[in-house]
């Protein structure tokens, strides 16, 4: 196996005040990454709340609620309670976003995570002063879940007009996957404050390797500026879906135009990297910067952001 590509770290994600009185100033459980002009967004898997930051220069952000309510402090009970937003994707412009907005996606691996939000953005990339409208995509995910035993969806990205669900494997009685959508479909359903099973293309189901007997599985993924797709995936020893286990691994996965997966190269990061961004894009995926996030399963530790440039990773080959 080839040495894996070490992630520059950029800093922790830190806030300038707590989402909530007494807890601490950062986001732990980061699992979803965007950038948009000179802000990224990051949406974590055990908050109601969406990450804002400034990308130009690396300082404390704040957050925007997305959902109401208040999820319990205990870590059980909060983990029970959470949406377990995973996905986060950057939505193109239409008539109800003309600037276009950012899609938020719960996981679906229990009840009462299959719910999202939408959220407007201004010319400039900020988020909109309107409040995130919440989605209920419940009839969707029983859809999916039919087809693929256990849901865990954990990334989303458009490519022209597809909008493609990745479903995390993580599971004895599910499979990673490739959920294939009709973006015009979406769009129309999303006014009507969800996903509609119709908007159901293709599901493909993908086997990505595995270390030391622990299948990696899709954690997140992004588009490149020419179309291709990138996905996260990790090794993460675990019985299921819900229970956290030791990373043993992590991969970048690079589609050829066709969405059949090129090369894997592993990675070398402090926790568990569960977001993937196009930080900076250049006229080649050699002078595209690369963006990641972590999860460390510990809310004691902080969220980091870290990158890398496209150049380290090789062409082709496998983990």
């Given amino acids: 196996m080839r040495a894996p590509i070490s992630l520059t770290v950029r800093g922790e994600l ?17 699992s979803g990454l965007v950038r948009c002009g000179d802000w990224f967004y990051v949406v974590a898997d055990d908050e109601l709340h969406l990450g804002v930051f ?15 309510g208040r ?14 937003f995973e996905a986060l994707a950057s939505w193109p412009s239409s008539p ?25 953005l201004t010319p400039t990339g900020r988020l909109a002063r309107a409040a995130p409208r919440a989605l209920d995509v419940s009839s969707l995910y029983r859809a999916l879940a039919r087809e693929l035993g256990v849901l865990n969806v954990e990334g989303a990205v458009i490519q022209r007009d597809a909008l493609w669900l990745f479903q995390r494997g993580n599971d004895r009685r599910g499979a990673n996957a490739m959920v294939e959508l009709d973006l015009a479909a979406v769009r129309a359903s999303l006014a009507r404050g969800g996903v509609a099973p119709e908007a159901v293309r293709s599901i493909r189901k993908i086997e ?46 690079q589609f050829d135009h066709h969405n059949r997966i090129a090369a894997m190269t592993p990675l070398s990061a402090p926790a568990k990297p569960e977001g993937v961004a196009v ?4 006229h080649a995926f050699e002078d595209t910067v690369l963006a990641f996030v972590t999860d460390a399963d510990d809310p004691d530790v902080p969220a980091r952001l870290m990158t890398a440039r496209g150049d380290a990773f090789p062409g082709r080959g496998r983990c």
């Avoid at 830190?14 to 980061?30: D, N, S, V």
């Avoid at 400034?54 to 997305?66: K, M, T, W």
């Avoid at 930080?279 to 250049?282: C, F, I, L, T």
């Fill in 14 to 30: 830190l806030l300038r005040r707590p989402i909530e009185t007494g807890r601490p100033a950062y986001i732990a459980a980061a």
């Fill in 54 to 68: 400034p990308a130009g220069r690396f300082r404390p952000g704040s957050v925007r609620r997305l959902l109401p």
């Fill in 71 to 84: 999820l319990p402090r205990r870590a059980a009970t909060r983990k029970e309670a959470k949406p377990d």
């Fill in 96 to 120: 109800a976003y003309p600037f276009g907005a950012l899609l938020i996606l719960g996981s679906g691996s229990r009840r009462g995570r299959a719910r999202g939000a939408i959220v407007g």
């Fill in 208 to 253: 990505l390797g595995n270390e030391r007997g622990v299948p990696y599985t899709f954690t997140d993924a992004c588009a490149l500026p020419d179309g291709r797709l990138l996905a996260l995936a990790v090794a993460e020893d675990t019985r299921d879906a819900f229970a956290d286990g030791a990373t043993l691994g992590a991969c970048l996965c």
């Fill in 279 to 282: 930080w900076s894009a250049g």
